[in-house]
């Protein structure tokens, strides 16, 4: 019978604490009522009198959370007990229940006045985790027994079941608070969508963005799809479709319109979430409202554009005044310009980078305005000095440009543009890599223009000279990779000075050059596309 009735008391006890759990009730409550419960057995003679321990923010030391009887010097000196110390911080270092039935060497802590006492100290477990100590009081000289240690540790696990879950509740209110102050602060809208186009939403910024109350999405009166435009709607659902078939992320942008009539531009960035059969199971995502920053990249391409008519702007201006000067100019820096953008295009040059060589072949020969025109357009063979002075067009090019903020470094290849391999050019003398990519396709394509065509001093060479005269200094004066894709172009792929191409025609002048063929070849920046050597440099 004594059995029966102390199973009956453990079970009461411990449906009482569960019920306990569920009450909306601060746990300091639920401690003292665990108190009040363990006073209720009288077949364990507890004195009215204890306390419960947690562990919070500081790792082994006990707080103390509810107390019942406690005087006031107790109170004082049990606030806080460090594990190990006095009887609750024994049974929590030890992970054991300890019993003293009077006052001895294990109960550090006293107090002035403090009567014989007894002590049931119950560490209330989780695992490996110490959670607190339950304190019981018994009267001096009480025996302990295998029936009490087992119901007391009965009340301490259900004890610690229920921290536990309080613990983790608390956890998931503090973490929904965060997610909700997230979402209120995210500049975007929060939803979990699915097949139909129907969405759930976590915050009711959806009404400012598109004027249609939270609630006509929430009762799916309204799908968010019904909000793409028309024109948008079939490529934003190949963009859905593309990201449905591995279950991804995608990112994609479409216009809606408002509730107004105002369309506005969406970015939506989104997971899409499969079971693990890879079934569909939603959409997670956000929906930013991008329509300043379309505004802002259509302002920007206006004033691209109109930077770039500057530049244009710039570049006749320039040629037109040497034009004026050398009859022979306008026709030579058209044709430099349409072979040097058609082996660029072969190296593999960016649009951004070809736009480049064709200004900097218009502009190559632009310091030739400080050379007398009397020389540039001399009929007969010119001499040193003359030569001399034709020299200084490179460096003169530099001045008139390093001013100018073109795209790319325009001043700098013009200068170089009459530099070669061995170091034999000028005005620098520069050699291999110290000469600029660009400069290396300038210099070819100039010295092929100049041989093929005519000039007041000489008929023209013809093309097969032209190309003869770089392969055979392929490597000592030229680039080997850049004279290869040169003569490749004339061989093999019908380029010539006549043929529609890339120079002229944005300038408002002729299309020269035909860049149809076959993909890129690879580019060493700084070095020379192949670096083979060939023969012996020759003097011209």
Not at 191 to 208: H, M, P, R, T
Not at 394 to 417: M, R, S, T, W
Not at 497 to 526: I, K, M, Q
């Amino acid at each position: 019978m004594d059995n029966l009735k102390r199973t009956y008391d453990k079970q009461k006890v411990i449906t009482a604490l569960l019920q306990f759990s569920l009450e909306d009730i601060p746990l300091d409550e639920l401690l003292h009522r665990t108190l009040d419960l363990s006073n209720t057995i009288d077949w364990i003679a507890l004195e009215s009198k204890g306390s419960i321990f947690l562990v919070e923010d500081q790792p082994e030391v006990l707080v103390m959370k509810a107390q019942k009887g406690m005087t006031s010097p107790i109170l004082e000196a049990c606030r806080r007990i460090p594990f190990g110390r006095c009887l609750c911080g024994l049974a929590a270092s030890s992970r054991q229940i300890q019993f003293a039935d009077g006052l001895d060497e294990r109960h550090t802590i006293r107090t002035e006045g403090m009567l014989p006492h007894g002590h049931y100290c119950v560490p209330i477990l989780f695992g490996d985790r110490v959670l607190g100590v339950i304190n019981l009081y018994v009267k001096a000289g009480h025996r302990h027994s295998p029936q009490e240690t087992e119901f007391l540790a009965a009340i301490a696990n259900t004890l610690a079941g229920i921290i536990v879950r309080r613990d983790a509740e608390a956890a998931r209110q503090r973490s929904e608070q965060e997610f909700r102050l997230l979402v209120k602060n995210l500049p975007a809208i929060v939803f979990k969508g699915y097949l139909d186009g129907s969405i759930d939403l976590f915050d009711d910024k959806v009404e400012e963005m598109t004027g249609y109350p939270k609630q006509e999405f929430d009762s799916r009166a309204l799908k968010w799809t019904d909000l793409i435009l028309d024109e948008d709607r079939p490529e934003a659902k190949q963009e859905f479709a593309a990201a449905l078939k591995g279950c991804k992320p995608y990112l994609r942008e479409y216009r809606i319109r408002r509730q107004d009539g105002k369309p506005i531009w969406i970015q939506e960035r989104s997971h899409i979430v499969c079971d693990d059969e890879g079934v569909f199971t939603y959409v997670s995502g956000v929906f930013f409202d991008i329509s300043k920053r379309k505004q802002g990249e259509v302002a920007l391409k206006r004033t691209v554009e109109k930077l770039k008519k500057t530049v244009h702007a710039t570049v006749r201006a320039l040629t037109s005044a040497l034009e004026m000067r050398d009859p022979y100019t306008v026709g030579h820096q058209r044709r430099v310009t349409d072979l040097a953008c058609a082996i660029a295009k072969e190296i593999g040059f960016s649009e951004a980078k070809i736009e480049g060589m064709r200004i900097i072949g218009f502009l190559h020969d632009i310091g030739k305005i400080a050379v007398p025109a009397e020389i540039l357009t001399k009929p007969g063979k010119i001499g040193e000095h003359e030569f001399n002075i034709i020299k200084t067009h490179a460096e003169a090019g530099y001045n008139i440009l390093k001013e100018i903020d073109f795209p790319c470094d325009v001043a700098k290849i013009v200068v170089q543009h009459h530099e070669r391999l061995n170091g034999s050019g000028y005005p620098k003398g520069l050699s291999g890599s110290e000469i600029l990519l660009e400069a290396r396709i300038l210099a070819v394509a100039d010295v092929v223009e100049a041989m093929s065509s005519h000039r007041p001093y000489r008929p023209g060479l013809g093309t097969e000279a032209a190309l003869k005269e770089i392969t055979e200094k392929k490597g000592i004066l030229y680039d080997p990779g850049v004279v290869d894709i040169c003569v490749k172009l004339f061989t093999e792929k019908g380029f010539t000075f006549e043929s529609t191409g890339c120079g002229s025609d944005r300038w408002g002048g002729d299309s020269r050059v035909n860049l149809a063929g076959p993909g890129p070849a690879p580019v060493d920046h700084n070095n020379t596309i192949s670096s083979k050597p060939s023969r012996q440099p020759s003097q011209r």
